[in-house]
């Protein structure tokens, strides 16, 4: 059985003439499609084809979209959604002239969420991460990210991988959990960091790839966190057991993250809100996704990545919320969209290139999912607006319509007049 999506007013395809993913000035081509429907079968893309062929489509189901914007469904590649408890404290502490570093320094932080991950159960973490997953699928996001890295020790850490898995088969979106025991040195090893990077190298990447809780490892360097060697130690190892790598970096400074991430090309890098125009040009003459997290620096109140000079080097940008209870309290993908338009200066095309195939591309699916090709997974979110533009200019107004996974409507909003 076929399923038409019959006539949008746009199909954002965000096609990439099979290259699969987009970088430097080809991220401000969306390949958009006015007065053609998608065919679809077995959660597959069959064909695009003209409106005036649609006669000719039998025994299909008909999904009607007169006066929508189809796009690809989103890809949120960057969260640290399963947390416990929550750092209001610390969000006041900042407005009162504090920090993110010093909060960090000072045993709050990462830490503290730490804290609560570790008193929680799997049952509780269960709880927590279910509406944040259902907000995520209802703003149009089909594909969804989500880091361990708040449980630094070997029981917690894998407590907090299953929690994550849970949802792997137990929700309606694809989620990819991320294995990122390297997010900070918890208080037990503080005072003995070779210690703590032995339990990451030795016992958890061993356990967690072979029992199939991540295939994606991610590490944070910084200088609250972990240098450039340890990172280097963590890839090398990670690389061998066959993980997909990723890193934070150049987020508060400079210390080398970059020079590893290059070494070992790795998927992604993901914050560059300090990223040197040296380190521009070489991360332009890689394949290795450049990750843009504004909402980090709307959250903390500094400076925004160089999202225009990243482009303009050629770079392949993405873009996610880096939903997180800390840097980036904000689960939502459109206000991130929108903060890339105002305060990054990011095309609407550019920015939905960077939310869709090239956010695919730094989770490794960009093959499969991140564009409306055929032959790809039909994967889409559908917006009630005529251009698509107007999904970027409605700040705080969810308008989206239809969230559609392999095929079936997994969300729907209610109709508005
Ligand atoms: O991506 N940079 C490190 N990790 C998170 C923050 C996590 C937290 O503060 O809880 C980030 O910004
Ligand atoms: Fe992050």
């Given at each position: 059985m076929k399923t038409i999506f019959k006539n949008p007013s746009q199909i954002v395809t965000v096609d990439t003439n099979g290259k699969d993913f987009k970088s430097g000035n080809e991220l401000s081509d969306a390949a958009i499609l006015y007065e053609h429907s998608i065919i679809v079968e077995n959660g597959i893309i069959k064909d695009l084809i003209p409106n005036s062929s649609l006669q000719k489509v039998n025994e299909s189901r008909i999904i009607d979209l007169k006066d929508m914007v189809v796009l690809p469904g989103l890809v949120e590649?960057?969260?640290?959604?399963?947390?416990?408890?929550?750092r209001a404290g610390e969000f006041l502490m900042r407005l009162q002239g504090s920090s993110y570093e010093e909060i960090a320094q000072a045993g709050g932080g990462i830490i503290s969420t730490m804290k609560a991950v570790r008193e929680s159960s799997f049952d509780e973490l269960v709880k927590l991460l279910q509406p944040r997953i259902s907000h995520f699928v209802a703003q149009g996001v089909t594909t969804l990210e989500i880091k361990s890295?708040?449980?630094?020790s070997y029981y917690d850490e894998i407590k907090l991988l299953q929690v994550i898995n849970y949802f792997k088969t137990n929700s309606s979106i694809c989620i990819i959990p991320t294995f990122l025991g390297a997010h900070a040195y918890p208080p037990e090893y503080k005072n003995d960091h070779s210690q703590y990077l032995e339990l990451i190298i030795k016992e958890m990447l061993p356990y967690i790839i072979k029992n199939k809780l991540a295939e994606h490892v991610d590490a944070f360097c910084e200088k609250t966190a972990f240098s450039a060697e340890e990172v280097d130690k963590i890839f090398l190892k990670a690389k061998k057991l066959g993980y997909k790598i990723r890193l934070h970096t150049e987020?508060?400074?400079?210390?080398g993250g970059l020079e590893v991430a290059l070494k070992h090309k790795i998927l992604s890098v993901d914050h560059l809100e300090v990223i040197t125009g040296k380190d521009i040009s070489k991360l332009a003459n890689s394949e290795i996704t450049a990750v843009l997290l504004p909402g980090v620096s709307f959250f903390l109140d500094y400076g925004y990545a160089p999202a225009r000079k990243l482009i303009e080097a050629n770079c392949i940008v993405a873009l996610s919320t880096d939903f997180n209870p800390g840097s980036s309290h904000i689960p939502n993908i459109q206000l991130i969209m929108q903060l890339a338009a105002l305060k990054m200066k990011m095309s609407a095309e550019e920015i939905i290139s960077s939310v869709t195939i090239n956010a695919a591309k730094a989770l490794d699916l960009n093959k499969q999912i991140g564009s409306i090709e055929i032959g790809k997974q039909a994967d889409l979110a559908v917006f009630?607006?005529?251009?698509?533009?107007e999904i970027i200019y409605n700040i705080g107004v969810n308008l989206n319509r239809y969230t559609v996974k392999k095929g079936e409507i997994i969300y729907q909003q209610a109709e508005t007049k």
């Amino acid at each position: 059985m076929k399923t038409i999506f019959k006539n949008p007013s746009q199909i954002v395809t965000v096609d990439t003439n099979g290259k699969d993913f987009k970088s430097g000035n080809e991220l401000s081509d969306a390949a958009i499609l006015y007065e053609h429907s998608i065919i679809v079968e077995n959660g597959i893309i069959k064909d695009l084809i003209p409106n005036s062929s649609l006669q000719k489509v039998n025994e299909s189901r008909i999904i009607d979209l007169k006066d929508m914007v189809v796009l690809p469904g989103l890809v949120e590649c960057h969260t640290h959604a399963a947390f416990a408890g929550n750092r209001a404290g610390e969000f006041l502490m900042r407005l009162q002239g504090s920090s993110y570093e010093e909060i960090a320094q000072a045993g709050g932080g990462i830490i503290s969420t730490m804290k609560a991950v570790r008193e929680s159960s799997f049952d509780e973490l269960v709880k927590l991460l279910q509406p944040r997953i259902s907000h995520f699928v209802a703003q149009g996001v089909t594909t969804l990210e989500i880091k361990s890295g708040y449980g630094l020790s070997y029981y917690d850490e894998i407590k907090l991988l299953q929690v994550i898995n849970y949802f792997k088969t137990n929700s309606s979106i694809c989620i990819i959990p991320t294995f990122l025991g390297a997010h900070a040195y918890p208080p037990e090893y503080k005072n003995d960091h070779s210690q703590y990077l032995e339990l990451i190298i030795k016992e958890m990447l061993p356990y967690i790839i072979k029992n199939k809780l991540a295939e994606h490892v991610d590490a944070f360097c910084e200088k609250t966190a972990f240098s450039a060697e340890e990172v280097d130690k963590i890839f090398l190892k990670a690389k061998k057991l066959g993980y997909k790598i990723r890193l934070h970096t150049e987020q508060f400074n400079n210390i080398g993250g970059l020079e590893v991430a290059l070494k070992h090309k790795i998927l992604s890098v993901d914050h560059l809100e300090v990223i040197t125009g040296k380190d521009i040009s070489k991360l332009a003459n890689s394949e290795i996704t450049a990750v843009l997290l504004p909402g980090v620096s709307f959250f903390l109140d500094y400076g925004y990545a160089p999202a225009r000079k990243l482009i303009e080097a050629n770079c392949i940008v993405a873009l996610s919320t880096d939903f997180n209870p800390g840097s980036s309290h904000i689960p939502n993908i459109q206000l991130i969209m929108q903060l890339a338009a105002l305060k990054m200066k990011m095309s609407a095309e550019e920015i939905i290139s960077s939310v869709t195939i090239n956010a695919a591309k730094a989770l490794d699916l960009n093959k499969q999912i991140g564009s409306i090709e055929i032959g790809k997974q039909a994967d889409l979110a559908v917006f009630r607006v005529k251009e698509f533009q107007e999904i970027i200019y409605n700040i705080g107004v969810n308008l989206n319509r239809y969230t559609v996974k392999k095929g079936e409507i997994i969300y729907q909003q209610a109709e508005t007049k």
